[in-house]
């Protein structure tokens, strides 16, 4: 089956504009969440949605935010970018299902999209 | 919010060697997980972890999620050069989401 897709692969920004990414999943994913990655911070947890819906959302400001929609892609917006943002930004498609006494996690990333502000 | 101290940073061995490397958290985690990422990919899951205590093995890798749920190991065992890329681990629990590790850098000698 495909993988999970993300576009653009590269953008460059100015400082105070803002910018769209989007993500689509592994189909038959629901879940999708989003981190950002950086030399200094590593990988950190943006947010994460299910069934359009976010269900977990990171420390980041309210810049950052983000939406799913019915058949599961997701889309984040950045507004007001600023230097400090420029990152490679991952998505991740994920399905769990458990029982009384089973649990299994599949969890696929994207390849990213790098974000640079200048 | 919760952390990881993921050691060691980086590693310099010679292919054939075995690794090891490991992941300690202030908080408890539900599962662990393991992954590679190599240059300009997202991370590949390498394996996931369920249970305290729980010893699992894809090939040549061997991870173990530590009783206390608070750490974990992952061991490749016969180092080949693809093995060349940067391990997270990553501990899923509570509202963070994943929390990640900040990676340990392997580099092997042919």
């Known amino acids: 089956k495909a993988g999970v897709t993300q576009t653009p692969r590269y953008l460059i920004k100015t400082r105070g504009q803002q910018v769209t990414l989007s993500c689509s999943p592994i189909s038959g994913h629901r879940s999708v969440s989003w981190y950002q990655q950086t030399p200094g911070q590593g990988l950190q947890f943006l947010f994460e949605?299910?069934?359009?819906?976010?269900?977990n959302k990171g420390n980041f400001p309210g810049r950052f935010s983000g939406r799913q929609f019915s058949n599961s892609r997701s889309e984040m917006n950045v507004s007001t970018l600023e230097l400090g943002d420029s990152a490679l930004y991952l998505c991740?498609?994920?399905?769990?299902?458990?029982?009384?006494?089973?649990?299994?996690?599949?969890?696929?990333f994207g390849p990213g999209t790098r974000l640079t502000v200048t | 919010g919760q952390q990881l101290n993921q050691s060691p940073q980086s590693m310099f061995i010679q292919e054939g060697e075995d690794v090891s490397m490991n992941c300690t958290s202030s908080?408890?985690?539900?599962?662990w997980l393991w992954y590679k990422q190599d240059p300009g990919e997202g991370p590949v899951l390498l394996i996931a972890?369920?249970?305290?205590?729980e010893l699992t093995s894809n090939g040549r890798l061997t991870a173990q999620f530590g009783i206390t749920r608070k750490d974990s190991f992952l061991n490749i065992s016969a180092s080949i050069p693809s093995d060349v890329g940067i391990y997270f681990c990553a501990g899923l629990g509570g509202a963070d989401g994943l929390t990640f590790g900040k990676g340990t850098h392997l580099i092997i000698q042919p």
């Open positions: 908080s408890i985690f539900n599962t």
């Open positions: 949605y299910f069934s359009e819906t976010q269900r």
């Open positions: 972890l369920y249970k305290a205590g």
């Open positions: 991740a498609s994920s399905w769990t299902t458990s029982g009384p006494n089973t649990l299994y996690y599949e969890q696929y």
